[in-house]
Structure formats: C-alpha cells, structure tokens
C-alpha cells in the first residue's frame, strides 16, 4: 500500500456529489438537533418539577424557552468532477451515469501537483423547513404520583394538559398514562389512575 495510510487514500476517493453534499447536510441537521435538544431539556424542567419555586413562577407567567433555528447554510466546495457508468441498466428516472467530487484542497494539490484554479466550484444553500405549530404546543407529564386527584387536575389544567380521572375516582393519584416526563401533543390526552387514601402503598 505504498507509504500511503488508510485515511489518506480515503481522501482521495471520489464519492457520489449527493453524498458529499448530504454530508454537509448531516452537519448541520446534527447542529439543529443539539439546539433543539437543548430548548426540549429546558421545557421538561420547567414542566415536570413541581416543587421547585423558580419552575413555579416561570409555568406562571406562562414562559416559554425559545426555539432557536438556523436559517440556512450555505456550503462553498472546491472539488473535481468526474463521471463514472453505472451498471448499465437504465431506468425511465435513472441514466445510470453518477457525477462524482473529490474535495480538493492545498494538500491534494501538493500531493499531485493539482492546478486549484482547475478546480470546479460546487455552491448549494441547506434551508431548514419552519417547526410545526405542533411542537409549540408540546407538553411534558408532570410528577404528580401521591397527589391528590383534585390537585393534580388543578395542575394540568394549568398546564394546558387535557385528562380525565379513570372513571372518575377520587382519592391520590397512583400512576399517569403515559407517564412523569412523556412529551404529549395538543391532541394527546393524559389518563390518570387513582387509589383510595388508605389503599396500600398510599401516603
């Protein structure tokens, strides 16, 4: 394999020109992702402890974290282009020819004396699609285990969570469904089971 190592032959492998531009994609969906991961951590703190003062006067004044977007991005590569034959079977959307790139940068042009001015320049803009008015509307199930039905009702209705008690049932709430920490949508309804005061395991 010369003196050549693994990841320096990989860089010089030519890959499809959607790959590379789905790469950069990749890059910056994962950079939307950890934003929107952060805005969601927020929202299901301040949403499912109760007992924390701070939390209360937040969910209060009815606070909402801020969703944070990138815009667009826009992607410069300098590659060269080749086209390669595909497997000779041709479909009515499908030539079977592939337009392939290679990045060029200084190392490739010192490594084979490529002229960068030869290169050819690839520019492509990423848009993200605007959030759903769905997921401003998301509400986290709260800790309400050991409460009393009629409190924990009083909660959710300050939350915005739409629920009924099984069968109506009065007493200390036993379990959610779905459960403390779950994401429920506008259309979402959270059920919750109930046991008598001095049932077992009851406070």
Do not use: C
């Given at each position: 394999?010369?003196?050549?190592?693994?990841?320096q032959?990989?860089?010089?492998?030519?890959?499809?020109?959607?790959?590379?531009i789905g790469a950069?994609?990749?890059?910056?969906?994962?950079?939307?992702q950890a934003?929107d991961?952060?805005?969601?951590e927020?929202?299901?703190?301040?949403?499912s402890?109760?007992?924390d003062?701070?939390?209360?006067?937040?969910r209060?004044i009815g606070?909402?974290?801020?969703?944070?977007?990138?815009?667009?991005?826009?992607?410069e590569?300098m590659?060269?282009?080749s086209?390669?034959g595909?497997?000779?079977?041709?479909?009515?959307?499908?030539?079977?020819?592939?337009?392939?790139a290679?990045?060029?940068d200084?190392?490739?042009a010192?490594k084979?004396s490529?002229?960068?001015?030869?290169?050819?320049k690839?520019?492509f803009?990423?848009v993200?699609?605007p959030?759903?008015?769905?997921?401003?509307?998301i509400?986290?199930?709260?800790?309400?285990?050991?409460r009393?039905?009629?409190?924990?009702?009083?909660i959710?209705d300050r939350?915005?969570?739409?629920?009924?008690?099984?069968?109506?049932?009065?007493?200390?709430?036993d379990?959610?469904?779905?459960?403390?920490?779950?994401?429920?949508?506008p259309?979402?309804?959270l059920?919750?089971?109930t046991r008598t005061?001095?049932a077992?395991?009851?406070s």
């Open positions: 394999m010369d003196d050549q190592t693994l990841p032959l990989l860089d010089d492998v030519p890959a499809a020109l959607g790959e590379l950069v994609g990749r890059g910056v969906a994962d950079a939307q934003l991961r952060s805005t969601i927020q929202i299901a703190r301040i949403y402890d109760l007992d003062d701070t939390q209360a006067h937040l209060a606070y909402q974290p801020t969703w944070y977007k990138i815009p667009e991005a826009t992607a590569l590659v060269t282009l086209v390669a595909g497997d000779g079977v041709q479909h009515r959307s499908d030539t079977g020819v592939r337009l392939h290679t990045p060029v200084a190392n490739y010192n084979y490529f002229n960068l001015q030869a290169a050819s690839v520019t803009k990423i993200p699609v959030p759903t008015a769905q997921a401003e509307e509400r986290v199930v709260p800790h309400l285990d050991g009393a039905s009629t409190e924990a009702a009083q959710l939350l915005g969570i739409r629920h009924n008690l099984d069968d109506d049932a009065e007493g200390e709430v379990s959610t469904s779905p459960s403390a920490g779950s994401m429920l949508g259309d979402d309804v059920t919750i089971k005061a001095n077992p395991g009851a």
